[in-house]
């Protein structure tokens, strides 16, 4: 997707994975702290994760277009940094990826293990379960907090290329 309403569609796609990555390490955080939450709101999380992870990818996307579109009007030694903040794109991109790989792990591996796994005295104890969720709840917070900083990473560098020009232009007088 090139493209939304004649503009480039990368500034519209990154507020999707700029709003819903840190809600969802917000609720991963949240879930963790309480099991209660886990229980209650692991669905939900999951799903915000999903749609921030999906809106990673096509602002992903759509920013190599952009880029594309940036290197061949300004020429290639102009547009370094926005060649810097497509890498950090790409970064955050992968993390969003791994994140939600994790926290679909976190979510997915007790559910499937308490609604087909067999009694916890066959299995050798709630023990292995306990452990199993330490494991994965850890995973996912820090998951969750890679996520967060590269997206952070990648939307100042962003932020920056289009922004700080004008803005000394502007404070200068000019």
Known sequence: MDTLFGLPAHPFLVHIP???LPVAAIGVVL?????R??????WVVLAIGAVGTVGAILAA?????LESRIVAVVGRAKAS????HADLGDTAQTFAIVFFIVLAAFVLVPWIMERFGSSSHETGGTSRHRVLYIVLAALAVIGAAGSVTTIIQAGHTGSKSVWEEYVAKTSNGG
Do not use: N, Q
């Open 18 to 20: 700029i709003v819903l």
């Open 31 to 35: 879930m963790v702290i309480k099991r």
């Open 37 to 42: 939450w886990y229980e209650r709101y692991r």
């Open 61 to 65: 996307d759509a920013g190599e277009a």
């Open 81 to 84: 940094s926005w060649e810097h």
